[in-house]
Antibody, heavy 117, light 107 residues
Framework: EVQLVESGGGLVQPGRSLKLSCAAS????????MAWVRQAPKKGLEWVAT????????YYRDSVKGRFTISRDNAKSTLYLQMDSLRSEDTATYYC??????????WGQGTLVTVSS | DIQMTQSPASLSASLGETVTIQCQAS??????LAWYQQKPGKSPQLLIY???SLQDGVPSRFSGSGSGTQYSLKISSMQTEDEGVYFC?????????FGSGTKLEIK
């Protein structure tokens, strides 16, 4: 059974940093592109970043480029999102997701990030 | 960026009724469309990908169709468990983009 378990969310002040993790199991992690997708409270879904199966390619939405870094450790079957210079508009539930081509076949349960002073 | 426009924003349906949700892309996405269902407090679940392919484990009452810029999701016989919010998403080009969602309720 595919499982994706996020951790690392919490309350953080504007301008500070936070690092999210996603532990994967039930599939060969190194075979799949992975992504982070977020959802602000009571809002829609917003793709944040994608990393290729081997970590050689990364893609970001413009609003997080230069502030967020997606990475992975295939030996540990873990996906990461380093978030720096956080803003109030980054407040959201962050989901880890496994790619199926350009779509998202499996999702974690999400971790809430709240950016507030 | 490719904009995804969903309609309607909300609808209510009776048990057994056929429901259709529309999604329009701002440019041709060559069937690169997926549909997701999200229930309150839960993560989204993939229903349809490639415009018309049913994801494993999804009931056959769900179907997708369309091409070019126009796509639709059909639920052939509304069930209680189908309540939730439905999102479309284009998977053709980065940035990957979602529709704003359609809230489906039982009448």
């Amino acid at each position: 059974e595919v499982q994706l378990v996020e951790s690392g969310g919490g309350l953080v002040q504007p301008g500070r940093s936070l690092k999210l993790s996603c532990a994967a199991s039930g599939f060969t992690f190194s075979d799949y592109n992975m992504a982070w997708v977020r959802q602000a409270p009571k809002k829609g879904l917003e793709w944040v970043a994608t990393i290729s199966y081997d970590g050689s390619s990364t893609y970001y939405r413009d609003s997080v480029k230069g502030r967020f870094t997606i990475s992975r450790d295939n030996a540990k079957s873990t996906l990461y999102l380093q978030m720096d210079s956080l803003r109030s508009e980054d407040t959201a539930t962050y989901y880890c997701a496994r790619h199926l081509r350009g779509w998202f076949a499996y999702w974690g349960q999400g971790t809430l990030v709240t950016v507030s002073s | 960026d490719i904009q995804m426009t969903q309609s309607p924003a909300s609808l209510s349906a009776s048990l057994g009724e056929t429901v259709t949700i529309q999604c329009q892309a701002s440019e041709d996405i060559y069937s690169g469309l997926a549909w997701y269902q999200q229930k309150p407090g839960k993560s989204p679940q993939l229903l349809i990908y490639g415009a018309s392919s049913l994801q494993d484990g999804v009931p056959s009452r769900f179907s997708g169709s369309g091409s070019g810029t126009q796509y639709s999701l059909k639920i052939s016989s509304m069930q209680t468990e189908d309540e939730g919010v439905y999102f479309c998403q284009q998977g053709l080009k980065y940035p990957l983009t979602f529709g704003s969602g359609t809230k489906l309720e039982i009448k």
